[in-house]
């Protein structure tokens, strides 16, 4: 028994060390500039992992987009594993555990095989890189450990999430895709990557390659004309994708819940279909004009699982005979365009549970589903989001989408994350002198309340402000308010319903999983 747990104790000081490593690869600015920071290196870099030949055999799928680019991704990964292939798929950020990052046959690689390969290229790397060719940033050296993982795993496919932008995205350095797709645009990291949608778009086009066909959802008009534009210089062919319809799913749902998915299904269908073709494998694609998906199309939409996004988590803290008494509503949306989707499906979300309680509770006489049924339900934001990022972009349309479909927040809760930014391992909030900097949060609740004032234009500004401050709070840390909602449901004896939506950061979605789970 204690080998055991010498074993387990030694694997995960390993696993922490390696954690710690990765952490000094990050460095003090910019994450990256229109300039591209030396995107060259990368070359260098594959060159020096002798990576140049294996990503040349690598049938890739490249994915950009501002919005749905990380559920564009495993839907199609889904899909093609469904069609039986040996997947690998690189996503980020990751919400709990680095490893989320790389996916093969859709499950988190092992520790061990991580360790593996994370020493083969940190060493070689430490080896070969000089004053004038540096170590890579964290970002960098992750693309670079997925390329080494999914070339020595030998997968069929490889599936990539662009991490920022796409033209100096680190993943631009592959050459050859089998094909490319470009998820919804919006504005997202405007500082890095332009004020317009014109400019956006162009960096997203970055990953278009002549000789590998591109695809895309409805995007601006704007948008759209640089598309094709960025499409016809390279002589790419671009096609416009629809939304899935429903009814090619016969009846069944989506994996991942919200309306805006059947947009990023529909352009996994695009991807997984062109790919199966461009490698060789025809007769398991989807054409159109069948009006009929595949069976193993239809398993992959339905069983695809991404964490963070449109998902709902009971708190069986609460009672884990009836965990229903506070309930989380997990989405990292953080661009305004997001935060509509993410109020929409939150306020369709909570009409289903009423109408389900109410179902329940005229149907099933028992105790059990009546408790339930006469539950108040009380809706609670818990918010954070970036520095970089502009709260009064994010609160408007969240409140006014959720209010316009009749979704009231009773209470509104700013925290701070706990896990920093910056860090890739378990690392606690940063403090100074034993204090945690809140000014932030502050200014994101002051900027809730002028919302709710804005709202409530017909009311005294000093009724509103006075309403609008005791219905928000910031807590120094997300345990505090975690805790808060939960005795906030034992006070009242369970009888109330806390509908909770964590939203704003996925970061702050990850730490609230790791917390609650």
Known sequence: MLEGNDTLMHSRTAYEEALSVLSSLIVNRRRCDKSGDRFELM?????MLDLEEPMRRMKVIHVAGTKGKGSTCTFTESILRSCGFHTGL?????LIDIRERFRLDGVNISEEKFLTYFWWCYNKLKEK????IPMPHLFRFLALLAFKIFSDEQVDVAILEVGLGGTFDATNVVQEPLVCGIA???YDHMEILGNTLAEIASEKAGIFKRGAPAFTVFQPDEAMHVLRDKASQLDVQLTVVPSLDPELLHGCKLGLEGEHQYLNAGLAIALSSTWLHRAGHSKLSYMEQSRSLPEQFIEGLTSA??????QIVADRYISIESPEGLVFYLDGAHSPESMEV?????????RHNQRGMLNHQSEDKSASYNDEARKKSVQVLLFNCMTARDPQLLLPPLFKTCANNGVHFKKALFVPNTSVFNKVGSHSLA????QVDLSWQFHVRRVWQNTIQRDKGSDSKAEVVGKSCENSTVFSSLPMAIKWLRDSVLQQNRSIR?????TGSLHLVGDVLKLIK
């Open 43 to 47: 070359f260098e870099y594959v060159k």
């Open 431 to 434: 403090e100074a002198n034993g």
């Open 342 to 350: 993410c109020a929409r499906w939150f306020s369709a979300a909570i």
């Open 184 to 186: 919804s645009l919006g």
């Open 305 to 310: 699982s991404f964490d963070g996004r449109a």
């Open 129 to 132: 890189t000089s004053k004038d």
């Open 498 to 502: 806390l509908q909770v939506l964590v």
């Open 90 to 94: 690189f996503t980020s950020p990751h």
